[in-house]
């Protein structure tokens, strides 16, 4: 009986330090990029680079409603004025699943012209996107579009990777996964505090740059 009080007492400690590590890790990240991060239009600094991650896309191209988002937040930033080019990546590893083309068409049907779209076809995270971004492609001052719960773990990636870039949130609705989302988000930033101690490079160094949806 007593070593099974003894089990639980270690159990419950445990998790309230693995709690502790969570939230303090979380607060690390949004303390460190807070000032980064912009919700208005109008108080966004000019960048030349507008950076879209990729999220899920739909069996038919459809965009899922977080991807519509981050890129129709990204054109109105072009539209205002505050960035000249686009930068898209996202995943396409397989012929198959195409989050790249699907922002790339979307875009387009935007009005905005093909020949302001860099295409990242090996952005299969968020670390390989903000690494490539700076030491691929040479973005060296941008705008990353992303909701705010993923901002954070975005900029302190490109942060310790000594990228220029600040943030804005693409927040215009309330997303049916998005509980499950920042949950996961919270066991990503030990993944990405992980990537940074070790310098990681990316899956495929490669640039994939393609011209062609």
Not at 22 to 33: A, D, H, M, Q
Not at 91 to 113: F, K, T, W
Request: charged share 25%.
């Amino acid at each position: 009986m007593k070593r099974l009080k003894k089990l639980i007492i270690f159990l419950v400690i445990g998790l309230v330090m693995v709690i502790f590590a969570v939230l303090g890790l979380e607060s690390i990240f949004l303390k460190e990029t807070s000032s980064s991060i912009f919700r208005d239009f109008n108080e966004v600094p000019s960048r030349t680079t507008v950076i879209i991650l990729g999220a899920s896309v739909h069996a038919n191209g459809d965009l899922s409603p977080i991807l519509k988002d981050r890129v129709d937040t990204a054109i109105k930033l072009y539209k205002r004025g505050k960035v000249k080019n686009f930068l898209v990546t996202g995943d396409h590893r397989s012929e198959d699943y195409n989050e790249v083309s699907a922002m790339v068409n979307y875009l387009q049907e935007n009005g905005i012209p093909k020949a302001l779209i860099k295409t990242d076809h090996a952005g299969l995270d968020t670390y390989d996107s903000m690494y490539r971004a700076g030491k691929l492609f040479q973005v060296n001052d941008a705008v990353v579009v992303t909701q705010a719960f993923h901002l954070p773990r975005a900029l302190f990636i490109a942060n310790h990777l000594d990228l220029n870039y600040i943030g804005f949130a693409a927040d215009q609705r309330a997303y049916q996964t998005e509980y499950r989302l920042k949950q996961r988000e919270k066991l990503a930033n030990f993944k990405a505090l992980w990537e940074i101690a070790l310098n990681k490079k990316p899956t495929t160094l490669k640039a994939r740059l393609k011209s062609k949806n």
